[in-house]
């Protein structure tokens, strides 16, 4: 990943989601939901609900069109191809907006090929999926600053859906208004809303084929097939924050560290790069990316907002941190200000 100022970043984040995200103009609005007079609701636990997407999202193969939206007005779109088997996890995206774009992932192995530039970019990836990854932490906190509840049923691309929303304990992370689809709970549809009830951004299937007829082995053959193409790797060398000289004073409740990743710099190499340290709740996650300081490039701290997308810059001393994540910019800057220097 070659990354020198915010936005290469956020291109940086929006692509390791294997989705491009859109700006968009307008929010969203909620799609009607069903009247009291249907069945009644079944009645699960939020760790319940996210268990059942998190799993069918690992064993069902499907094809279908994916369509993002955000605050400004614009879309993005792509086709998305994913099959499984077992462990073995596969997916085909291709961007159907913007500059032409194709990613290929074989669990945590990543290939993105960019035809305009004849360019192959190689890399290792964690916690990667059609959705932010819905339990990232692994453990039972969720409940501790998220609480969930059915509010009726809709139809999605063609298919019958529960409606579920997930809403924050605190005003730290974001609310969620999920749709899963009934048998399977292959979520179809999500939107982020913020502390009003409004859709920050929405992510959905606008045609789905379940259970189509995707076969992994030749996924792999056009992931391997890079002739014609400059393969370049993005050197990312795992690490952890106090060996790079950091630590967190404060913590920011509920977000755990779940990685750190000393990266590549525009040409140079991991060892010279900035480092990437991860957090997640279990459903938002932010990165904190540090790097030395540098008069001609880190003009003015600042924050940006991209849809749900939040990023926030700062001088500390002669580092300069840029935070991004999905979450309120007060969470951003509880990161910024608990972030010390130790060496």
């Not at 996210?50 to 955000?70: N, P, Q």
């Not at 630590?247 to 190499?269: A, D, E, H, I, Y």
């Not at 279990?282 to 540090?290: K, R």
């Not at 849809?307 to 935070?323: E, F, K, M, N």
Request: proline fraction near 4%.
């Amino acid at each position: 990943m070659h990354v020198r100022t915010y936005p290469a970043l956020l291109a940086a984040l929006c692509a390791a989601m294997l989705l491009p995200l859109a700006q968009a103009q307008q929010a969203v609005r909620a799609q009607p939901v069903a009247s009291s007079s249907e069945p009644a609701v079944v009645e699960r636990t939020v760790s319940e609900w996210l268990m059942r997407m998190h799993e069918a999202s690992r064993k069902r193969t499907y094809v279908g069109t994916f369509v993002v939206s955000s605050g400004t007005g614009s879309l993005s779109s792509a086709r998305i191809w994913h099959a499984c088997d077992g462990a073995q996890q596969m997916e085909r995206v291709e961007s159907l907006t913007g500059a032409p774009r194709s990613i290929f992932r074989r669990n945590d192995q990543v290939i993105t090929f960019l035809p305009d530039s004849k360019v192959a970019v190689t890399e290792t990836r964690e916690s990667l999926g059609l959705f932010p990854n819905l339990l990232q932490t692994g453990d039972s906190a969720i409940p501790a600053f998220y609480g969930a509840k059915q509010v009726g049923s809709d139809r999605v691309a063609g298919f019958d859906a529960d409606v579920v929303v997930l809403k924050p304990k605190d005003s730290l992370r974001y609310g969620y208004r999920i749709w899963s689809e009934k048998k399977s709970g292959l979520v179809v549809k999500l939107q982020t809303l913020d502390a009003e009830g409004r859709v920050l951004e929405q992510a959905a299937f606008s045609e789905l084929q379940l259970d189509a007829p995707v076969k992994m082995e030749k996924l792999g053959q056009m992931m391997a097939n890079t002739a014609g193409y400059r393969v370049e790797t993005s050197a990312m060398v795992k690490t952890t924050a106090l060996s790079e000289g950091w630590v967190l004073k404060n913590g920011v409740p509920g977000f755990q560290p779940m990685s750190c990743f000393r990266r590549s710099v525009g040409t140079g190499t991991a060892a010279d790069g900035m480092v990437q340290w991860v957090f997640s709740d279990g459903l938002a996650s932010v990165s904190l990316f540090v790097e030395a300081f540098e008069l001609q490039r880190h003009l003015q701290e600042g924050s940006t907002a991209m849809g749900a997308t939040q990023s926030l810059t700062r001088r500390i001393g002669d580092w300069w941190l840029t935070a991004v994540g999905e979450v309120p910019q007060a969470t951003l800057k509880a990161f910024a200000h608990g972030l010390e220097r130790k060496k």
